[in-house]
């Protein structure tokens, strides 16, 4: 069965870091791009971040960029992102998504999501 | 603001027919493909349309998706009061980009 288990949100005050990550199983993880995306209580979806199949090429929302990391462990079949200098704003449930077809982001669609992670950014 | 725009709600009767739409331009729809997806609530989304007018396997046919130029659009028939969601629209333009949701109320 393909699978994304995300996991390390939790509360966190301004200013300090976190680090996601999401474990795949049930397909080839390197063969294609994956994404974080995220949605703040009774908001929308908001993309963040992207990485290639191979982990050469990243992609940021202008919101985090400078801010969050993305990365990618082949051989253990795991997304990550390492959030720093977090803010308020950043509170929102984090999905890691599976891109479709394709190892190079932005070519067809999300077919696969996890269950998300609650981060919350507060004093 | 989203980059694409959805209307924020729209409401139908079970058995009816609905349409949500998504508008954005050239440098995003015009230009590529377009997916949608469903939120039922308190979960992940989840894939509906892909480039443009596919259906994942799974996905009953009550659900279609048209792109015509830099608009799109969702179309349920047969409303059922599972339908009852907020859908997404999304596509590329240099990074991803999504609609702010249609809250779909089945009356």
């Known amino acids: 069965e393909v699978q994304l288990l995300e996991s390390g949100g939790g509360l966190v005050q301004p200013g300090g870091s976190l680090r996601l990550s999401c474990a795949a199983s049930?397909?080839?993880?390197?063969?294609?791009?994956m994404s974080w995306v995220r949605q703040a209580p009774g908001k929308g979806l908001e993309w963040v971040s992207a990485i290639s199949g191979s982990g050469g090429s990243t992609y940021y929302a202008d919101s985090v960029k400078g801010r969050f990391t993305i990365s990618r462990d082949n051989s253990k079949n795991t997304l990550y992102l390492q959030m720093n200098s977090l803010r308020a704003e950043d509170t929102a449930v984090y999905y890691c998504?599976?891109?479709?077809?394709?190892?190079?982001?932005?070519?067809?669609?999300?077919?696969?999501w996890g269950q998300g992670t609650m981060v919350t950014v507060s004093s | 603001q989203s980059v694409l725009t959805q209307p924020p709600s729209v409401s139908a009767a079970p058995g009816q027919k609905v349409t949500i739409s998504c508008s954005g331009s050239s440098s995003n729809i015009g230009n590529n493909y377009v997916s949608w997806y469903q939120q039922l609530p308190g979960t992940a989304p989840k894939l509906l349309i892909y480039?443009?007018?596919k259906r994942p396997s799974g996905i009953p046919d009550r659900f279609s998706g048209s792109k015509s130029g830099t608009s799109a659009t969702l179309g349920i028939t047969g409303l059922q009061t599972g339908d009852e969601a907020d859908y997404y629209c999304?596509?590329?333009?240099?990074?991803?980009?999504f609609g702010g949701g249609t809250k779909l109320t089945v009356l």
């Open positions: 049930g397909f080839t993880f390197s063969s294609y791009a």
């Open positions: 480039d443009n007018n």
């Open positions: 998504a599976k891109e479709q077809g394709s190892g190079w982001p932005g070519v067809h669609a999300f077919d696969i």
């Open positions: 999304g596509t590329w333009d240099s990074t991803w980009v």
